[in-house]
């Protein structure tokens, strides 16, 4: 059985290049936003085994949707404001499985993503 990536990201284009890039190894759950990205975690059908994650997002931003998810569950931060000084005083206190600064290389998230599953 795959492990199940749910994947928050406010950008269209991103959330389908992510998701075509993964899905081969992954089940891929996607969450247009924070609150969405919220919900399937509380109240979703699956269980999450990790979740990847935009900072900047309408509604429920990134650090927000972290600080509401349950401890046990790995988080990899993706974005382009890691330099952002609200994100990145935040992301010292929620120490998240991986931080990758947009843009990236696939490969560079596979590999974040294969650390945190030991792989």
Same mark, same amino acid.
Not at 27 to 35: L, S
């Given at each position: ?6 994947? *928050?990201?406010?950008?269209?284009? +991103?959330?389908?290049? @992510? #998701?075509? !890039? @993964? ?7 996607? !969450? &247009?936003?924070?609150?969405? &990205? ?6 979703? /059908? ?9 900072? #900047?997002?309408? &509604?429920?931003?990134? *650090? ?15 974005? !382009? =404001?890691?330099?952002?000084?609200? =994100? /990145?005083?935040? @992301?010292?206190? @929620?120490?998240? !499985? ?6 990236? /290389? ?6 974040? +993503?294969? #650390? *945190?599953? &030991?792989?």
């Amino acid at each position: 059985m795959k492990p199940t990536i749910l994947i *928050v990201e406010d950008n269209e284009d +991103i959330r389908k290049f @992510l #998701q075509e !890039a @993964l899905v081969e190894d992954y089940d891929i759950v996607i !969450a &247009g936003e924070g609150y969405a &990205g919220l919900a399937e975690v509380m109240v979703g /059908r699956q269980d999450i085994d990790l979740i990847i994650t935009d900072l #900047q997002m309408p &509604g429920l931003n990134g *650090v927000e949707l972290i600080e509401n998810l349950p401890r046990d569950i790995p988080v990899i931060v993706i974005s !382009a =404001f890691l330099d952002h000084p609200k =994100f /990145r005083d935040s @992301l010292r206190h @929620l120490h998240p !499985a991986a931080v990758i600064e947009k843009p990236f /290389r696939i490969s560079e998230l596979r590999q974040a +993503i294969q #650390q *945190v599953f &030991g792989q």
